[in-house]
């Protein structure tokens, strides 16, 4: 973590624990600068969008908190067992994958969590980009270590997606649903992916970087034109203003409880609560894999989270990476 960081973390807890003012003199003593230095991290935090009110005599009173504040997320996360104990944050980065990916290749712990206000090149599934505007969505992505089989790392991805699906149920009251294999949806429209990364051997996955994105206070004239037809936000689906930290404190928590399933009593537990909220299991889809298109019905998951699509001649075809969409039958 830089200097400057250290200096705006440890001014906000000061600041959060306080009920009042608190004297430039205390915080520059508890981080051993001069006033001069608290002083302009706090200009600093004003851009950051805190509102801080200041008096020459009582020194710094924090009115207002922007609603991505590393301090109130880590007092949410407090009680997880594994997830989020090392926390990095950043206002900008190019890809919080790309940042955990580098985390990971240097030994961070499993659970590690990046989350960025912003990324550059945010990346979504299959090579696609990943819009990442800043101030408004959440951008995170979890470093695990599950020491399972290259074969079973699908079952993270599903782990992320009941995680996901089932807090934005319970914290803003959206119908969620998954669409195979790790579409946050409601309606027609995305209101999240998942993106998972894997470093392993032929028999262990050494790490994989679990990616979340889930449109927050997007409102519909801030869509990108390209995704304005697809993609829906939690702003658009409700009309209210949702705060970052909690949403995300509640979605770490949620991930940490799944992420335990996972590891006492094994996969099972994820794809039957997975099954229980898809959205494409039964439906007549359309597939496109590997440069070819085909159509069936969505029977089910396999054990490797493999889609099973029975053909119209009654054949069996499993799909491991792709694009569905729902075919509409006439009758
Ligand atoms: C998808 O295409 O559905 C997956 C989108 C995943 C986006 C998230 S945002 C946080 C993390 N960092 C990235 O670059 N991508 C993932």
Request: charged share 20%.
């Amino acid at each position: 973590m830089t200097r400057e960081r250290i200096k705006k973390e440890t001014i906000i807890s000061l600041l959060k624990e306080s009920s009042g003012y608190v004297s430039g003199a205390k915080m520059a003593s508890q981080l051993g600068v001069t006033r001069a230095a608290v002083w302009k991290t706090m200009v600093l935090l004003k851009k950051d969008g805190y509102l801080i009110e200041s008096s020459p005599a009582k020194g710094y009173l924090l009115v207002e908190s922007p609603d991505l504040c590393i301090a109130d997320l880590k007092k949410n996360i407090a009680a997880t067992k594994k997830i989020g104990h090392e926390l990095f944050f950043y206002d900008s980065v190019p890809s919080t994958n790309m940042v955990a990916m580098e985390l990971a290749s240097q030994g961070c712990p499993d659970g590690t969590v990046v989350i960025s206000d912003a990324q550059t090149a945010g990346k979504g599934r299959l090579g696609r980009s990943w819009s990442s505007p800043p101030g408004k969505n959440l951008y995170m992505s979890i470093v695990l270590r599950p020491g399972i089989s290259p074969r079973d790392a699908t079952a993270l991805t599903l782990l992320a997606a009941v995680a996901c699906a089932s807090v934005l149920r319970r914290f803003a009251s959206i119908p969620v649903s998954i669409k195979w294999p790790n579409d946050l949806i409601v309606g027609h429209r995305k209101m999240g992916g998942i993106l998972t990364e894997i470093k392993a051997d032929l028999d262990r996955i050494n790490y994989a970087i679990v990616g979340i994105g889930i449109n927050i206070n997007l409102t519909a004239e801030e869509m990108p034109q390209e995704i304005k037809a697809i993609a829906t936000s939690i702003f658009i689906e409700t009309g209210g203003h949702f705060s970052r930290s909690e949403l995300a404190g509640a979605l770490i928590l949620n991930f940490d409880k799944w992420y335990r399933l996972l590891l006492t009593k094994g996969k099972k537990v994820i794809t039957n609560e997975w099954l229980t909220m898809s959205s494409t299991i039964g439906k007549r889809i359309r597939v496109t894999a590997m440069n070819q298109t085909f159509e069936g019905v969505a029977e089910g998951i396999d054990d490797e989270g493999l889609l099973i699509v029975k053909l119209h001649e009654g054949t069996y075809r499993k799909v491991s990476a792709g694009d569905i969409t729902m075919v509409r039958t006439n009758s």
